[in-house]
């Protein structure tokens, strides 16, 4: 049973970094990505962001965080993080990792297991 758990979020004010942690379990594929996605307040929809496959390690951004925020992944740690720098208001939302055998997707559909989410405010 795949699990993935959140970590790291909180409130600064705009400008500033945070990392989120996610620690991922129990994948039986031999490859597989994981992403971020955010949901802005609201009830909007959950928007891809950053997602890394751990076949060749290669990443993919959305426009809105490109050049702002790198994802990373630990094998040791079975951990993916998410670094978020030069935060704005409208990165505030609650950030989900999810676990996919697709790569190079930022579909919320194409992605099959979901952590619980952790909380990101900034503000202005």
């Known amino acids: 049973q795949v699990q993935l758990v959140e970590s790291g979020g909180g409130s600064a004010q705009a400008g500033g970094s945070l990392t989120l942690s996610c620690a991922y379990s129990?994948?039986?594929?031999?490859?597989?990505?994981i992403g971020w996605f955010r949901q802005a307040p609201g009830g909007q929809e959950r928007e891809g962001i950053s997602?890394?496959?751990?076949?060749?390690?290669?990443?993919y951004y959305a426009d809105s965080v490109k050049g702002r925020f790198t994802i990373s992944r630990d094998n040791a740690k079975s951990t993916v993080y998410l670094q978020m720098n030069k935060r704005q208001p409208e990165d505030t939302g609650i950030y989900y990792c999810?676990?996919?055998?697709?790569?190079?997707?930022?579909?919320?559909?194409?992605?099959?297991?979901w952590g619980q989410g952790t909380q990101v405010t900034v503000s202005s």
């Open positions: 999810a676990g996919t055998v697709m790569y190079g997707s930022l579909s919320r559909y194409e992605y099959d297991s």
């Open positions: 129990g994948f039986t594929w031999a490859y597989y990505s």
């Open positions: 997602s890394i496959n751990t076949r060749d390690e290669s990443t």
